[in-house]
């Protein structure tokens, strides 16, 4: 994709934004909606990754879709506040003794309709798009992001959401304007060490969205490296934070 057609995906992302962003606009006077706003969270954070993913050949390369992942993950945390979006950190929770497991559940639950509506937005809006990407986007099946061995692919996205999860714990007293950029520049420095073997995607809601076709192909693989590599680095990380790091910090 060359730089000038990049503007329809620049475009679908204002768009999708400011959708998610009206949706939680009529949600927010009712404070018992909270999972229907971590469902529309999901949505948008599902949805634009889903756009972006079609930039990744946008020069410079990788730089360019890098700086607009960063943008992106800034507009998402200044605008998802109070939002987990990710089963992992709502695991996190609950180990914590933040959220009860009922309570995880629906969250869960709310993710996971999230990031399937965002799935058949994302559709629904490429087939009705003029654009060659979004036509070969629409047409694509399993994109294979899986680029290394099963092993190694389960190691990183266990190695990345224990890295992300423990940063997240550690600058929960960070102000939230300065946290927010520093998640940001976390996250685009895990998508460039680790874009190009497993996508460096560490949520299994995210994941599930991206890529269900592989799923359905190849589900135990996927499983293993997209749901349960992350969720077992949330509990290692919930298990050494309680018993050491918390006292170190």
């Given at each position: 994709m060359?730089?000038?057609?990049?503007?329809?995906?620049?475009?679908?992302?204002?768009?999708?934004?400011?959708?998610?962003?009206?949706?939680?606009?009529?949600?927010?006077?009712?404070?018992t909606h909270a999972l229907l706003l971590e469902a529309l969270g999901?949505?948008?954070?599902?949805?634009?990754?889903?756009?972006?993913r079609l930039l990744a050949d946008t020069p410079p390369q990788p730089y360019g879709v890098l700086g607009l992942a960063y943008v992106l993950t800034v507009l998402h945390g200044l605008t998802l506040v109070g939002c987990t979006c990710n089963p992992c950190g709502t695991l996190q929770h609950v180990l914590g003794g933040g959220l009860t497991a009922r309570r995880g559940a629906l969250q869960l639950g709310a993710q996971v309709a999230g990031a399937g509506l965002a799935r058949a937005y994302m559709h629904s809006l490429w087939g009705s798009s003029s654009s060659v990407a979004h036509a070969r986007a629409l047409a694509e099946g399993c994109a294979h992001p899986i680029r290394t061995t099963g092993t190694q692919a389960f190691c990183i996205e266990l190695l990345f959401s224990a890295v992300f999860q423990l940063t997240l714990l550690?600058?929960?007293?960070?102000?939230?304007?300065?946290?927010?950029?520093?998640?940001?520049?976390?996250?685009?420095?895990?998508?460039?060490?680790?874009?190009?073997?497993?996508?460096?995607?560490f949520n299994p809601a995210l994941a599930f969205s991206?890529?269900?076709?592989?799923?359905?192909?190849?589900?135990?693989?996927?499983?293993?490296?997209?749901?349960?590599?992350?969720?077992?680095?949330?509990?290692?990380?919930?298990?050494?934070?309680?018993?050491?790091?918390?006292?170190?910090f």
């Open positions: 060359v730089l000038g057609g990049a503007w329809p995906s620049v475009l679908v992302l204002a768009g999708t934004v400011l959708l998610a962003g009206g949706g939680r606009r009529l949600v927010r006077p009712h404070p999901t949505f948008q954070v599902c949805a634009c990754t889903h756009e972006l550690h600058i929960e007293s960070v102000r939230p304007r300065l946290r927010v950029h520093l998640v940001a520049l976390l996250i685009t420095l895990l998508v460039y060490g680790g874009g190009n073997l497993t996508g460096a995607i991206l890529h269900t076709n592989c799923f359905h192909e190849e589900f135990w693989e996927y499983s293993l490296v997209y749901w349960i590599a992350p969720l077992l680095g949330t509990v290692f990380v919930a298990i050494v934070w309680d018993e050491i790091l918390h006292l170190i």
